[in-house]
């Protein structure tokens, strides 16, 4: 595989006496669909609070987009793209200010901001909607376009924050198309979910249980080490060890 | 079977959004009746609508007989609400929110304990802890608590496992069962297909209409065609050379599995592996599968905006 991405030495954050991250190593390699699993309360956002720049570290080293964690959190923010389901766009918005909004922020020129809007548009067929409101948008578009937007500034990495919570069967599997289309283009995919099936659609999958790597590997391996048909099965065998109901 | 909740002709508009069109169905008593679609499917306007805390256009809706507009005094009493939006009061600690949740319904938490205990034993290490503080899978613990402290007699959780894990999920719905073998009628919404199996009854919600109302195998039962599950190391390759088949009806990925339908009416599942094998792909299985949940539910969703586009 090409450079890493991603790579971290023991990250780990504490507040106060509660260790939330706890010394995680990974790496994470351009191209890669990395998976970031764990039960409510495991460790994930602060790690992605972390890995995003948003938040400083208590100890450990770590490299994102090529900068440093510690002195390079502008860099990274300017390196990286961010989607969750709960904050993408906004919906009072139309489509072409949505647009013009985040590449103003990601710092793109006046001129590369009309030039990437119109491909954009163009692109994503949303020419006759362009100036409609975003809420006036099927869910489906919507997700395209945050997926699109928070790109848009060639990030090397993408980092995917529940995208796909909440939507349907069909739309949720159009977005993965999405997202394997864009790591064959090279672009690193850095994804959580609390859908297991698409777990299974991943490179690599990390899962986290009380700040700590429980498991790191394909999925295919993951179910084989651990004897189960799925991923949920592996999930639940890892996430609560020792409960059995 | 006495019904619990009837709902006749039930449509609710806002502005320019039909957000309920013509909803019909009955719920029986003791049912633990699933309401599976995504956001804007309708689902919570449709709860609010039921709970007495939204007018309907038009229709009508009975709970245990008596109707949610006219009756809504009577009706608060006797039904318990956990809404989608995690609605306690994040100052209060665990067991200060239990308890004024039920002095509000005039009860306390002793007189009805047996029906919570299960639930709520799991939280009373943490009772004084502030509800702010908890865990996505405890605090939705302590809502279906507070939800059920008066022993409503028709439950409603309008997306109690929305962004909670697998396993909180999974312990969550064994309450569920657990609180159905107790007699309780519940009516439970979720964007996750693979609860759905878990229910007696499920309603099938798309844009504000309810595409199908069965039994989980009788839902399953709807879908049309032969399935099949095709297997390849190359999932994205294999996925696109299916896509690129005159043949093709749907592809879908399931995990680590394609599930696939043939617009012919019957194909054999050795010709398939045959001609995928001439594409070059050596690793291959083929094999014919019963449909879940998810693909029936796909299916009824093809056909819906197929027939809206022509």
């Known amino acids: ?245 | 079977m006495k019904e619990a909740v009837l709902v006749a002709g039930v449509g609710k508009r806002f502005g320019a959004v039909q957000a309920l069109q013509e909803i019909n169905f009955a719920v029986g008593e003791g049912e633990l009746f699933g309401f599976i679609g995504a956001d804007g499917a309708g689902k919570t306007t449709l709860f609010r609508i039921l709970v007495t805390l939204l007018l309907p256009d038009k229709g009508r809706a009975e709970l245990l007989g008596l109707d949610v507009v006219r009756f809504y005094r009577d009706l608060r009493h006797r039904i318990g609400y956990m809404p989608g939006k995690f609605s306690l009061y994040p100052d209060l600690s665990v067991e200060e929110n239990l308890r004024f949740f039920s002095s509000v319904f005039g009860t306390t938490i002793e007189k009805n304990y047996e029906l919570i205990r299960d639930i709520y034993s799991q939280l009373e290490p943490f009772k004084k802890r502030r509800a702010g503080k908890l865990s996505g899978g405890m605090k939705q613990k302590l809502a279906l608590s507070c939800a059920l402290v008066h022993r409503p007699e028709v439950l409603f959780l309008d997306e109690p496992t929305t962004g909670v894990d697998a396993v909180s999920r999974q312990e969550f719905w064994l309450m569920l069962r657990r609180l159905r073998e107790q007699g309780m009628t519940t009516l439970v919404s979720t964007p996750y297909m693979d609860e759905a199996v878990l229910c007696d009854r499920i309603a099938f919600m798309q844009e504000g209409k309810i595409l199908a109302i069965d039994t989980p195998s009788g839902i399953t039962a709807l879908f049309p065609k032969q399935l099949f599950a095709i297997r390849a190391t190359q999932t994205g390759k294999l996925l696109s050379a299916l896509r690129a088949s005159p043949h093709a009806a749907s592809v879908y990925a399931f995990g680590s599995v394609l599930h696939y339908t043939d617009n012919r009416p019957f194909v054999n599942p050795d010709e398939l592996l045959a001609t995928l094998q001439t594409e070059g792909f050596t690793d291959l299985s083929v094999t014919v599968i019963q449909p879940g949940i998810e693909d029936t539910f796909i299916s009824l969703m093809e056909e819906k905006q197929g027939s809206a586009h022509e």
């Not at chain 1, 954050?13 to 351009?30: I, T, Y």
């Not at chain 1, 970031?36 to 460790?43: K, P, R, V």
């Not at chain 1, 922020?105 to 809007?117: R, V």
Request: hydrophobic share 40%.
């Open chain 1, 1 to 245: 595989m090409s450079e890493l991405v991603i790579h971290t030495d023991k990250l780990t954050k504490r507040f106060g006496d509660f260790v939330a991250v706890d010394a995680l190593s990974l790496s994470v390699s351009g191209g890669e669909i990395f998976g970031f699993l764990g039960a409510n309360g495991a460790g994930k956002s602060t790690a992605i609070k972390m890995l995003t720049g948003l938040l400083a570290p208590t100890s450990g080293k770590a490299t994102v987009a090529g900068f440093d964690l510690y002195t390079g959190a502008e860099g990274i923010k300017r390196n990286i793209g961010y989607m969750s389901q709960r904050f993408s766009l906004y919906d009072d918005l139309t489509v072409r200010e949505n647009i013009r909004f985040f590449a103003g922020i990601y710092g793109l020129s006046n001129q590369a901001i009309k030039e990437k809007s119109r491909h954009l548009i163009e692109m994503l067929k949303l020419v006759s909607v362009a100036d409609a409101r975003l809420a006036s948008l099927p869910l489906g578009w919507k997700q395209k376009l945050a997926f699109s937007v928070a790109i848009l500034h060639e990030p090397k990495i993408v980092f995917l924050d529940e995208p796909t919570g909440g939507v349907d069967p069909v739309t949720r599997r159009r977005f993965w198309d999405m997202i394997y289309e864009a790591s064959g283009r090279g672009l690193t995919i850095f994804v959580t979910t609390h859908y297991m099936d698409e777990a299974e659609y991943c490179d690599r999958l990390c899962i986290m249980v009380d700040g700590r790597v429980a498991a790191l590997d394909r999925p295919e391996a993951m179910k084989q080490h651990y004897g189960a048909g799925s991923m949920n099965e592996v999930f639940i065998q890892l996430a609560r060890p020792g409960r059995t109901e």
